[in-house]
């Protein structure tokens, strides 16, 4: 290989391609990927940000995505940081997330002692292969980031080791991307079930809306307030689209586990509920017992068919051209609201459960963390962007801190079950929302698994950043789901770990929280300009004795 960067080399090729259409990339460099983020830095604008684990760049490219809509890309070198990728690669491949992730590859003439088959476990979890070549670099990365994007999936770009240096001629504009429009619903039959869902609203004494991420990504909050307007729908979204209706007024939040037990209650009276971009999975569905037996329900969704089979018509289309359609069948057959949503009190259906004991402390002397949960969220900065690592704990935040819209609640592990991608997420929300305050909700679990990037975390979100570490000294869902039914404990077990102590050791404010009255401390910092403030992290001394209510269900439903 040459010994000085080659400005013309397929590194070069591959790197300016990507930067034309991607702003943001995380990794860590290593051997493989060494000349591509040379010509990166050096011929690029894109702005690369340094992770701890390879995992982690995946992560804040994913985040980056959820949180602003824009494609972000990762990088890692071969075999050993390609692996350590791969949870995160699922994670973003079972949730639709587009994320191209920049990788060295063995040489052209065939593996060496340490490289593995990287085609081979991509492919295992989900995500495609494109491999550059001397002639195509440009092209086939152009390629990559339509895949990725058209499709909603992860892609892996890979560059062989031998190639990667090499001179592949002068570098050209790369070409814009073409990506698929819209999907139209098509043909008599979604014409003919699109009349038959707008006549079973126009004659539904208690109709319903649902939406879900699916719902925001194709922008439909307009055309689904309107459309609530016009039947007079009470509303409420899945976990991953809360926010997506315009008006609050009538909306009941979140359903699922994470739904108050007032709200969940109203959905079972309705008559027709309508389902867009919602795939209906368990847990929103509370385990089939989302809707009443008499409920007509209707699903608008990309996927090919229905996705639950309480589904009783399925429309295949956009969120929002669906719903417009359905709009406009409604104004042709003169339909007028329902005016059921009139007669609720929508604020009061959304309030979540008060702690029992006024102090905040459960029995065990430990935090109660529905209480702390309620009052950090009457702390927290009006702009916020919360990102979430997956556990026991993910019901405390969904239930007590509200957010403007979708992209402001993104959850990142949940899709693949997974914990410890918590810390790597705060950096991709960071980039993507520079003005926003970033706020990491993390058990200390997956805190622990995710530690290599707490420094990440609080490099690259400053001031902004804040971390709220769910401390129960134990892996708090399988105490709940295992623990109850008799297995040894020991094993679920973690000793106390100080974690206001590690934040001090990489720059950041620690406060271990045993009390409510230290709470303060979030307070004050919140008080305080952002560039006179240091990352805040609260270690929450919170007792394992407490049972979040999605948590609750899961029991009984494996019980």
Known sequence: MPSTPAPTSVSAHVAHALATHVDHVFGVMGNGNAWFLDALERSTEAVFTAVRHEAGGVVAADTHFRASGRIAAATATYGAGFTNTLTALAEAAQAHVPLVLVVGDEPTSGPRPWDVDQIALASAVGARTYTVGRTDAAATTVIAIEHALSYRVP???????????????????????????????????????????????????????????????????????????????????????????????????????????????????????????????????????????????????????????????????????????????????????????????????????????????????????????????????????????????????????????????????????????????????????????IVLTTGDGGGLMALADLESAVRSAGGRGLAVVWNDAAYGAEVNLYGLKGLAREPMLIPQVDFAGLAAAVGAEGVAVRSLADLDALARWAATPVAERPFLLLDCRISGTVVAPYQEEIIRVNS
Do not use: K
Request: hydrophobic share 50%.
């Open 155 to 437: 892609v892996v770009l890979a560059i062989p080791y031998d190639v990667a240096a090499i001179e592949a001629g002068p570098v050209q504009d790369a070409p814009e991307l073409r990506l698929p429009t819209p999907l139209a619903p098509r043909g008599e039959f979604a014409g003919g079930t699109i009349t038959e869902l707008a006549s079973a609203l126009a004659g539904a004494s208690r109709p319903f809306l649902l939406a879900g991420r699916g719902a925001w990504l194709a922008d439909a909050g307009e055309a689904l307030g309107e459309l609530a307007d016009a039947t007079g729908a009470v509303t409420a979204s899945t976990a991953l689209g809360r926010g997506v209706f315009p008006d609050a007024t009538y909306d009941l939040g979140v359903t699922g586990g994470f739904g108050a037990e007032g709200a969940m209650a109203l959905v079972r009276e309705a008559d027709v509920a309508v389902v867009f971009g919602a795939s209906l999975n368990q847990f929103t569905m509370r385990f089939g017992e989302l809707f009443a037996p008499g409920t007509r329900v209707f699903q608008v969704d990309v996927a090919p068919a229905a996705t639950h089979p309480h589904v009783a018509g399925f429309v295949r289309g956009d969120a929002g051209l669906v719903a417009r359609a359905i709009v406009d069948e409604l104004e042709a057959q003169g339909a007028e609201a329902s005016g059921w949503r009139e007669s609720i009190d929508a604020a009061a259906l959304r309030e979540q459960p008060v702690a029992p004991n006024a102090d905040g402390l459960a029995d065990d002397g430990r935090l109660d963390p529905r209480a702390v949960a309620r009052r950090i969220g009457e702390l927290l900065p009006e702009d916020r962007v919360v990102v979430s690592d997956g556990g026991h704990f993910i019901g405390w935040a969904n239930m007590y801190w509200p957010v403007a819209s979708p992209d402001r609640m993104i959850m990142v592990g949940t899709a693949f079950q997974s914990i410890g991608l918590g810390f790597p997420s705060v950096p991709g929300a960071a980039a993507a929302n520079p003005d926003a305050t």
